[in-house]
Structure formats: structure tokens, C-alpha cells
């Protein structure tokens, strides 16, 4: 997936198309960008800002534009007006799911936009917006208006979204018992999304919130999944602030482990792949990868919920995450005993002709037959544990392929094993290829 911020540069790398690199990244995603202006400032003071001309923003615009599939946008910092309307100019033709986020000030009290160019801003951007994500004070600017107990951050949230913002999100909105929510407004409904209040003054929380909105977004989650996401994201990133500098906390994303970041890597290879919905079960799919020397599922990474077909496309549902998967990850268990360099695997659909294939590029294939399961392991409910066990029993080299063909009521499955996980796209390449 390639995602592109537009924004400023921050040399603090607490803000800006700096943070939102390493956000992309940390998402398994490729970031693009587009830099609209040049900050300096640190941890304690704004000093300056100078817009980039027109000319090289233009280019810049071009350049991507014209070379990447482009999943997403976010829209930071946009100081002036011709930045403004030199963008409009670029974006108004895309069809791709846009963010924005109306910075207005920095933590430390730097502009970061010119006063003059609020109202392009509400004419040109706003209506850009497939998202957008204020803050309280935030909103009060771009709908020139003042939250009180008239005009209720609900009538704010809707006379943003008159001005064009399919979505609007008003973020940090304190509530009781030290929680603290944000609004949202989608087409026909507004809800709040809560949770607990962690009080530290920092830099690069709302960027954080963002660029993880524009990810989830992207990735055909609803605006509500998308919003808890964001949301998650942006309060870790808060509880794991760091005291870079010599004055305001910096935000910090905790890094995933290696061996989920690995996966979510072949993961987002995995959708990509040219008409791979023709591949994914009735049951769906789970992908998994597992620590060396896996004790139980709890050892091994895989889906909450699974790889899904929806129509043309497969979209990823739920988050990578210890005893994700049980079905997959205990075939892998049961593989990974007899053979420990085995530690990732996929299920497939059954199809006769991929088994054709299998055969014919010489991977090493076994097979188990539900119809002659043991009642009572039936009744125990470890059949996975019972086929798999008895597909691996007389092998002497680790499978590549192991696959049944189904019984009453049972859908024939196909599990593909291998190392890591680039080394089962690998395989699967050969296979569909
Ligand atoms: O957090 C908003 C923001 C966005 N972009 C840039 C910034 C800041 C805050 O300081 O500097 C470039």
C-alpha cells in the first residue's frame, strides 16, 4: 500500500510528513511526500517557517503522481493560500480516500497557516476531505465559530461537514471520570468514541491520529473502525512519548515485534495479489507466523479476525495479534514439533488444479482424509491436530503443502507451510503463477 502526506517538515521529526513517514512505515505501508512548507523549531520554540514556491510544489504533486498507485492522502500543514489552491488543483480529479488534518498551531505556538488563508482552506480543502480530524480548537477555527452550550461541538461538527467533509472527527473532547472522547459525524449518524485520558503535553499526537486514520481508511475499514483505530494508535503513541529534546515529550509509535511486522509485510503483499479472491475459502483465510520453538498458539502471530473476499477484493479484518488464530496456527503447532524450521503457514481454497500444480513443481504434498477422523476426536474437537499429525506422520522432509478434501459439511482446505512468511509468497507465486 502507498500512502501520501502532504505537509510540513518538522526537523524535530515529532510532527509532520516526518512523523507520518515513520507511522506509514510502522503500518507496513510505503509513505510518499509532498512538502508544502519548511519548519524550524525543536522541542521548545517555533522560530520560523518558509512555504515552498508553487513551482516546486507543483512538481512535486506531478512527480508522484504521475509514478505511484496512490491508496491514500493526508493533508497537513498548508500555510498559505497558493499552496492551497495549487493543491486543489492536483487533488480535485483523484478518486482516493483523503485525510485531512486543519493544523493550526503547533504545541509550542508556532502558525501553521496564515491567518488570511483560513477561508481557501474552508473552500478549497474542507471539500477535499474523505475525513476530517480537528481538535477542539481546531474546529472552533475552521468553522469560524466558538464551542459553548449553543453552539454544541455537534452543531460545529455538522456545520464542518455543510462545508463539504464527508466525515468529520472532533478530537480530544473531555468528558467525566477523567476520559476523554472525540465525535464523530458520518453521513447519518454521531457517536462518541471514549477512552482514558493521559495527561502529558507532546508533539505529533494529532499527526499520529492521521496518518493512522488515512491507513485504516485506505484499507476499507469503516469510519468507525477507522476512528477506534486512529484513536488506539494516537494514545499509544502518547503513553510512549519520549523526552528527546530539552522541552516537550515527542511522541513515540511502539515498534512491533519483528516477527508481526514480518507478517503484516507478506500480508499487504498478499491482498495485492491479481485475483487472489479466487483463492479465499468460504471460511476465509488466516495467515500466521510463529516465535522459534512455539509452546502453544499463544506463540504464534495471526489474525483476530481473517483475510476476507469482499466481492473483487480481499480486505483485512481485525489485527495481528498472539493466539490470533486457532485453526491455522494449531496445523502450524502440530508441523513446527517434527519440523522447527517450519514456522509460517496460509489456508487456501482447495482447488484440483492447484493440487495439479503443486504436484507437478515437485513440492513435497501430503494429505489426510477427514472421512476416516475417529468419532471421538471428532467429539474432542482436535481434528485439526489428528489430520495434520497423520499427513506429517511418514514424512522425512518438511511439507510445502498439505491439504484435505473436505467431509459432510466440512469445506476441503489447503494449508501452505514454510519459513517465513515471504518465503510462502514465494511459493504461492509459483503456484498461481
Ligand atoms: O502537529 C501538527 C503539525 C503538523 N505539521 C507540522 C508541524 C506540526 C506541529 O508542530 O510542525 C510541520
Known amino acids: 500500500m502507498n500512502l501520501l502526506s502532504i505537509g510540513g517538515s518538522d526537523p524535530s521529526s515529532g510532527a509532520g510528513i516526518q512523523s507520518d513517514i515513520k507511522s506509514f512505515s510502522e503500518f507496513g505501508a510505503y509513505g510518499l511526500t ?95 476531505a474523505t475525513v476530517i480530524t480537528p481538535n477542539k480548537f481546531e474546529a472552533e477555527i475552521v468553522s469560524k465559530s466558538k464551542i459553548n452550550s449553543k453552539n454544541t461541538i455537534e452543531k460545529i461538527a455538522k456545520k464542518i461537514q455543510k462545508m463539504g467533509a464527508k466525515n468529520v472527527v472532533i478530537t480530544g473532547i473531555e468528558r467525566k471520570n477523567n476520559k ?91 491482498v495485492k495479489i491479481k485475483n487472489i479472491y479466487k483463492n479465499i475459502p468460504e471460511c476465509q483465510t488466516n495467515f500466521v507466523y510463529s516465535k522459534p520453538k512455539p509452546k502453544s498458539i499463544k506463540d504464534i502471530v495471526g489474525l483476530s479476525g481473517r483475510i476476507v473476499k469482499a466481492g473483487k477484493e480481499v480486505i483485512v479484518a481485525g489485527n495481528l495479534t498472539y493466539g490470533g488464530s486457532k485453526h491455522v496456527a494449531t496445523a502450524l503447532l502440530v508441523v513446527n514439533k517434527k519440523f522447527p524450521s517450519i514456522k509460517s503457514a496460509i489456508n487456501l481454497k482447495y482447488e484440483k488444479s492447484i493440487i495439479f500444480k503443486i504436484e507437478k513443481l515437485k513440492f513435497s504434498v501430503s494429505s489426510y482424509n477427514r472421512v476416516k477422523e475417529p468419532n471421538h476426536n471428532k467429539i474432542k474437537g482436535s481434528s485439526v491436530e489428528w489430520g495434520i499429525g497423520n499427513a506429517i506422520k511418514n514424512l522425512k522432509l518438511p511439507p510445502d503443502i498439505i491439504f484435505h478434501k473436505g467431509d459432510f459439511g466440512k469445506e476441503p482446505m489447503i494449508i501452505i507451510f514454510g519459513g517465513k512468511p515471504k518465503n510462502i509468497l514465494k511459493k504461492l507465486s509459483k503456484i498461481l503463477g
Open 34 to 128: 509532498v512538502i508544502t512548507a519548511i519548519t524550524g523549531q525543536n522541542t521548545s520554540n517555533f522560530e520560523m517557517v518558509e512555504a515552498v514556491s508553487k513551482k516546486i510544489l507543483k512538481n512535486q504533486m506531478e512527480s508522484i503522481l504521475t509514478d505511484f498507485k496512490i491508496d491514500g492522502i493526508k493533508i497537513g500543514m498548508v500555510f498559505n493560500s497558493e499552496i492551497i489552491k495549487t493543491l486543489y488543483q492536483q487533488l480535485k480529479k483523484l478518486k482516493i480516500p483523503i485525510v485531512v488534518d486543519p493544523v493550526i498551531k503547533s504545541t509550542t505556538g508556532g502558525a501553521l497557516i496564515e491567518n488570511k488563508a483560513i477561508k481557501d482552506f474552508q473552500k478549497y480543502i474542507i471539500p477535499l
Open 180 to 270: 476523554i472522547a472525540d465525535l464523530v459525524l458520518e453521513k447519518n449518524k454521531k457517536y462518541l468514541i471514549s477512552g482514558d485520558r493521559i495527561s502529558n503535553i507532546n508533539h505529533g499526537s494529532g499527526c499520529n491520529y492521521s496518518a493512522a486514520m488515512i491507513f485504516a481508511i485506505s484499507n476499507k475499514k469503516t469510519i468507525h473502525e477507522s476512528a477506534k483505530f486512529a484513536k488506539k494508535f494516537a494514545q499509544n503513541s502518547i503513553k510512549n512519548s519520549i523526552k528527546v529534546g530539552n522541552g516537550i515529550r515527542i511522541t513515540n509509535i511502539q515498534k512491533k515485534d519483528k516477527i508481526s511486522s514480518e507478517l503484516s509485510q507478506s500480508i499487504n503483499e498478499f
